[in-house]
């Protein structure tokens, strides 16, 4: 019989170990919030609720020192039916998981961060030759919790993260009412009447397009090869590696995320996913922002499409050199690669079209 309390501490303190070999990859601010929410998360506060600030305060000193004794140690196998797995073997740790009702996940995200999590499974599917897993209650968890991953054919989407990572949102809507797109999603579901009831709704509406964007991500990888990740590897932890994950999400995005929405007309999403779309992905692609704006001002939604369509030859156009440009310099092709993306952002920001302008 599965010993999920064991299993529990195991995942959770490789978790741990993660958090204290990475924790330093943020900048203080966005560490901060991220710890809130993860003392919110491990002591099951509602979102609603305001934190306790000396038990916070305390608690953060507590894990920094819980980090240090772990930061050296070497990550756990898990125990499942009388033997030891790895914790990057996914697969062979669902298929002992998935009959009896959970999901686990262990992989490596943004600057080689491995990340862990063990679920409650709530819905299997098969999509476009993808398994996607949709958990819902999760047992352990490290700080940074991605709400989707793809791991090889499979994509793992976690509602519960997803949920933390939209409260986050709406939080930041407090302090921060110049995203206007933002404002607009949240329009969609009623926020004022029923903060719960609306959260739900828009749980279940960005649970799909995680989705899509995982798809996407499985077709760029479709049509960009193995060579992609070795490429990622060479360049972890710098600036070149956030400018190659951001081309590839746009990618993804005009590849499936974006033509599948637009297909669907779903306008709630749609502002979410440009209220969302700053950091590099903004700085590379800024005619996405006055695509979207024109759409908003106009009711134009043609401009978008037409975004979409444009955007997936570019983006794989420059995806592809990219890849060559590792393939001619290797380690040396940094600064190239972000020569090439970065006279490509200035021309663009020159080309905006100029009817363009927020309501």
Known sequence: ??????????????????????????????????????????NDIPFA??????EVGAWLQEREGLWSDLESSSFESLPLEGRHLDPFDADTINRELIPQG????????????PHFFLGSLLKKEKRAGYTIYI????????????????????????????????WEKIEERRWNRKNEAMERALDCYSFDL????????????????????????????????????KMLTAFSRSKVEIMIRAVRD???DCLSTLPALLAANNTALLHFYFANFTGMRKHLFPEAIAA??????????????????EGQRRWLDTARTLLALYKDKGQD?????ENLLEPATEAAACCQPKTASSP
């Open 194 to 229: 029923d903060v719960n009831s609306a959260l739900e709704r828009m749980t279940e509406n960005e649970t799909e397009a995680m989705i899509l964007h995982e798809l996407g991500e499985g077709l760029a990888g479709e049509k960009l090869g193995s060579e992609w990740h």
């Open 1 to 42: 019989m599965l010993n999920l309390g064991q299993l529990v501490n195991t995942v959770q303190k490789n978790c741990h170990i993660s958090d204290a070999r990475h924790a330093g990859d943020f900048t203080l601010c966005i560490f901060l919030l991220k710890m809130r929410e993860f003392f919110r998360w491990e």
């Open 250 to 252: 746009i990618l993804a």
């Open 333 to 337: 092709a940094g600064t190239a690669i």
């Open 102 to 113: 959970y999901v686990y996940s262990g992989g490596y995200g943004r600057f080689s961060k």
């Open 135 to 166: 958990s819902s209650c999760e047992y352990a968890r490290d700080l940074e919790a991605p709400p989707a991953m793809l791991q090889g054919k499979t994509i793992y989407v976690r509602q519960e993260s997803v949920r933390r990572f939209l």
């Open 49 to 54: 609720r305001d934190l306790p600030k000396e």
């Open 292 to 309: 979207y704006q024109h759409w908003v001002a106009e009711q134009d939604i043609v401009v978008l499409r037409k975004l979409a369509d």
